[in-house]
Structure formats: structure tokens, C-alpha cells
């Protein structure tokens, strides 16, 4: 299938590796089908492109390769809901500001990681009520 972007342009993307976020992204809540955009200079990060807006796109890294002692626990409920049977199937990520567009500026949010079942293909977006763990954590020094 073929999805428009702002920022790839048209992109031929394989159904069957369509995300499905059923209560969609708090503030886009709207939108519940997304796919991944690999950054190809930096395989850390990567863009999750909503499928019905070209504009929406969030930029998402591996919080465990910046925060080596970064930890979330997942509710039976979480795991319920997403058909979380095996850990290696659960795919952690966290979004990406860049303010001004300034890179020595980046920060991700910890406290509200996007939790994915790779293998049943859903996710959601975990606030944690942990408070260790905040919107804005510095990725470079």
C-alpha cells in the first residue's frame, strides 16, 4: 500500500507491518495505524509515521542505549492488552523532541515510553507513575 508523508513522501509500506495503536497516542487518540521510518544514518532512532495523516510523525529512540539503568514494569493488564506472551517480542521506545531544532538540545521522554508487541503488532503509549522518570532527559551531555 502507498502512504503519503510530509517528510519521506510516498511510501510503499507492507500492510502486514502496520502498528496498531487501539487507543491511539494520547493528544492522537484519532489515529491508531502507524509504521516505522528508519533513520538509515543512525540506527538508534527511527520516525513512527501515522498511516491516515502525512504530518504526524514522531521521532522515537531506544531509551536503553542513552539510560543504561532506565526500567519499566509492565502491568498484567498492559500485557493483556497488547497479547504479550514472550519479553523479547516487547519493543520500548521513547519520543524525541529537538527543540529549535537544536540536536545538542535533544531530549526523550522516559516517563511516557511507547510500549510494542512486535510479534501481535500493537502498542500504546505506558505512562509511568514513577517519578524518577521525566518528559525531558537529556540524550547528549
Not at 64 to 69: I, Q, S, V
Not at 115 to 131: C, F, H, Y
Amino acid at each position: 500500500m502507498q502512504v503519503n508523508t510530509s517528510r519521506f513522501g510516498v511510501l510503499e509500506v507492507n500492510p502486514e507491518e502496520l502498528l496498531t495503536f487501539p487507543h491511539g497516542i494520547p493528544a492522537f487518540e484519532h489515529l491508531r495505524s502507524f509504521f516505522f521510518c528508519p533513520v538509515p544514518e543512525n540506527p538508534a532512532f527511527t520516525w513512527l509515521q501515522a498511516v491516515d495523516d502525512p504530518d504526524v510523525a514522531f521521532l522515537l529512540v531506544d531509551p536503553f542505549l542513552f539510560f543504561p539503568g532506565y526500567e519499566i514494569e509492565l502491568s498484567e493488564a498492559v500485557k493483556k492488552e497488547l497479547k504479550i506472551k514472550e519479553p523479547q517480542d516487547v519493543l520500548v521506545l521513547a519520543t524525541v523532541t529537538i527543540p529549535d531544532g537544536n540536536l545538542s538540545r535533544m531530549t526523550a521522554n522516559l516517563a511516557g515510553p511507547l510500549v510494542i508487541n512486535r510479534a501481535a503488532r500493537l502498542g500504546l503509549q505506558l505512562i509511568l507513575e514513577d517519578k524518577k522518570y521525566t518528559t525531558k532527559h537529556r540524550l547528549i551531555a
